[in-house]
Structures are given as structure tokens and as C-alpha cells.
């Protein structure tokens, strides 16, 4: 059975319309049977941001080729997932800091990328990285847009093969119905073949 991780981000929790989102989609993942899934909601997570001493100690067990620690579980578990699903609010031109923060601990060289001369590697074994954003203005395919495009970005970076994101926008627009643009991205949800 494949693994699945799903990745929540969505600060508002269930006040979040990406989270809702992200909901609908993974009960459909659920009920079809397809997937061993596993779930991070990175608000509950210990998560820190590389400074300091974290840093340091990072350099220094990646130097000794100390991977089993369990300060580098995050990455193992990212770089094992065949499918992964990452919710996140647009924010900032970009989604929020905590991801960033999860970002930087999956980041790891010897484990989710390796690098030699010919360049940087994926080694993540994934074949989808899906990400489900919702927006408050109008972005798409506009170089201001660098939440999903970073992701995109990523998933090459990590050697996932496919990416697809799933995303809502105009929502805080006067005068849009943002109900109808979150019921718009359920159905497209519902066209994803995953
Ligand atoms: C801290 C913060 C930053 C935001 N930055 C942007 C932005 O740069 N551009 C934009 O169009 N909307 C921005 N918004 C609006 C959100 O993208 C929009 O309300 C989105 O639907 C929130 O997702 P959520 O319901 O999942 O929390 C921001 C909202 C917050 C709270």
C-alpha cells in the first residue's frame, strides 16, 4: 500500500478554508482504501528553525553522518511518502512561516537531496506532491504568486515527480461569493486523479 503524508499548515485550523479543503480531499484519499496515511498538523509539532544551537548541532551530526537522529525524523518520514499532501493559507505572497520551519527541517543533504558535482539530487521517493491553498486576491500565474510556485519549486528539488496544486482565490474580494469559489474547488478536487 502506498504511504501518504498529510501536512497541515492551515493556522486557522477550522476556521481555515484551505484546511476545509484539505479535508474534503482527504476523506476522499481515506475512503478509497489506496493509502497508509499518515498526518502532521504542524501547529501540535515541536517544531524549531534552524539558529543557534539547533543549527550548530545540525552541521555537526550531518557532518558525522549522524542521520538516525530523531531531530531528522521529519525528513525520513517525508522522504518515504509516495504521495504527499501539504495545506497552507496564502499569506504574504507565500504561505505562513511554519511551513518554512517544516520545510527547513525535511531539508536535509543526505536524506531528502544529496549533492555532487553534477549537481543537487532528489532522493524523496515520491511520485506527488499535491498542494492545497486558498487565496485572497487573484494570483494565478502572476510572478507575486510564490506560495505554490515555491512548492513546485520543492518538488523538483526533492525529486517528487509529479506536482499539482489545488487552490481557491478572490475569496476576499467584495462582491465574491466565497462559498461558491470553495464549492469551485471541491469539484476540481473531485477531477483530481490521485
Ligand atoms: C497573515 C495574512 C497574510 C495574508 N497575505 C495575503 C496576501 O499576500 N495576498 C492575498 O491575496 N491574501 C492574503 N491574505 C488573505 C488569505 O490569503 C485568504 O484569506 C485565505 O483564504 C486564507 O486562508 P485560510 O482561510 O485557509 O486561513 C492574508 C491573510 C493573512 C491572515
Request: proline share 3%; net charge negative; charged share 30%.
Amino acid at each position: 500500500m502506498e504511504k501518504l503524508l498529510f501536512i497541515d499548515s492551515c493556522i486557522r485550523r477550522e476556521e481555515s478554508r484551505s484546511k476545509q479543503a484539505a479535508d474534503y480531499l482527504m476523506k476522499k484519499v481515506d475512503e478509497s482504501g489506496k493509502f497508509e496515511i499518515d498526518s502532521l498538523c504542524l501547529m501540535d509539532e515541536p517544531l524549531h528553525y534552524l539558529s543557534e544551537g539547533f543549527f550548530q548541532q545540525r552541521e555537526s551530526m550531518l557532518s558525522e553522518g549522524k542521520i538516525d537522529h530523531r531531530r531528522f525524523d521529519y525528513a525520513h518520514q517525508f522522504a518515504k511518502a509516495d504521495v504527499i499532501v501539504i495545506a497552507a493559507p496564502f499569506w504574504d505572497l507565500g504561505f505562513p512561516a511554519l511551513l518554512k520551519t517544516y520545510i527547513e527541517n525535511v531539508s536535509v543533504d543526505g536524506i531528502t537531496f544529496y549533492a555532487d558535482a553534477e549537481g543537487i539530487h532528489g532522493m524523496s521517493q515520491g511520485r506527488l506532491l499535491i498542494f492545497v491553498t486558498t487565496r485572497g486576491g487573484y494570483y494565478e500565474n502572476l510572478p507575486l504568486e510564490m506560495g505554490s510556485r515555491y512548492m513546485e519549486a520543492l518538488a523538483e528539488f526533492f525529486g517528487i515527480d509529479e506536482y499539482v496544486c489545488c487552490f481557491a482565490e478572490g475569496l476576499d474580494i467584495e462582491g465574491n461569493n466565497p462559498k461558491q469559489l470553495i464549492q469551485d474547488l471541491f469539484d476540481d478536487i473531485d477531477r483530481l486523479n490521485i
